[in-house]
């Protein structure tokens, strides 16, 4: 624990240093997150998410991101998603008055360490992103650009009751995602955003979890010497469906 806290001191002190003598837009938001998974068998699911990402004041424009993907458990605590992602990028500087869709595949490995109470999930997150370009500030063109990025994620548990994460109970949340551009599109940006997440999680039963707090979210504009900082309020929920019983061994006596 105290390492991983010494790594998120880390990275918002760096942060900070990379922000002097910047050209940094601030921002405040709020974001929901519904993240419905079903396990269907043994070795597969369905992974879904639905993001709303409101900016303030409420009468600006907000951003929606939807997820599908096919998930195969290698077992219960780590698995292989591939998917497809549809974001409506949000009007901004260079297109005020038009969303930018966004089109993208994904592929993640996820997997979950255990330490006595404690709950440590990582990810890798691959995605192949088609963004449509622009004409003017009110028109599409007909083409899109494509940037690979890679995503690493570290969300940490520490239960604050001695039942441990369990219904009923609080944990304190704590979490970094770190993505990286690359591709041949890509010229100043090829680090692209940092996000560090500090919260609350609430253990709603077995399998879903309740997740609030805040999030800095530290971002390089394509441009190179532009930056985007946000600070965001965020509420998540996990939901895990079983619609599959696995099967209790019963050994003969």
């Known amino acids: 624990m ?15 240093g990379f922000a002097q003598n910047k050209q940094i837009t601030y921002s405040d938001q709020a974001w929901l997150g519904y993240y419905p998974q079903i396990r269907l068998a043994k070795h597969w699911g369905i992974w879904t998410d639905y993001e709303l990402q409101q900016k303030f004041p409420v009468v600006d424009n907000s951003q929606l991101t939807f997820r599908i993907g096919g998930t195969y458990y290698i077992n ?28 993208a595949g994904w592929q993640q490995l996820q997997w979950y360490t255990y330490y006595k109470k404690k709950k440590l999930m990582q990810w890798i997150r691959l995605e192949e992103r088609f963004k449509r370009n622009i004409l003017d500030d009110y028109t599409l063109a007909n083409n899109s650009t494509f940037t690979w990025r890679a995503r690493y994620d570290i969300f940490y548990q520490l239960p604050l009751s001695k039942k441990g994460i369990v219904p009923g109970q609080f944990s304190a949340a704590i979490g970094d995602e770190l993505y990286i551009n690359f591709g041949e599109n890509i ?65 003969p006596e």
């Open 187 to 251: 010229v100043n940006n090829y680090f692209d955003q940092n996000r560090i997440f500090l919260g609350l999680s609430y253990q709603v039963n077995k399998h879903d979890n309740l997740v609030f707090g805040y999030m800095n979210e530290f971002q390089q504009q394509p441009s190179g010497n532009q930056y985007k900082e946000l600070n965001v309020w965020r509420v998540s929920y996990f939901q895990t469906v079983y619609l599959w019983k696995e099967k209790k061994v019963v050994t």
């Open 76 to 103: 219960n605590d780590t698995k292989l998603t591939a998917g497809y992602t549809y974001i409506d990028v949000a009007p901004a500087a260079g297109h005020q008055h038009i969303y930018q869709p966004e089109n």
């Open 2 to 16: 105290k390492r991983f806290l010494s790594f998120i001191i880390f990275l918002l002190t760096v942060s900070s």
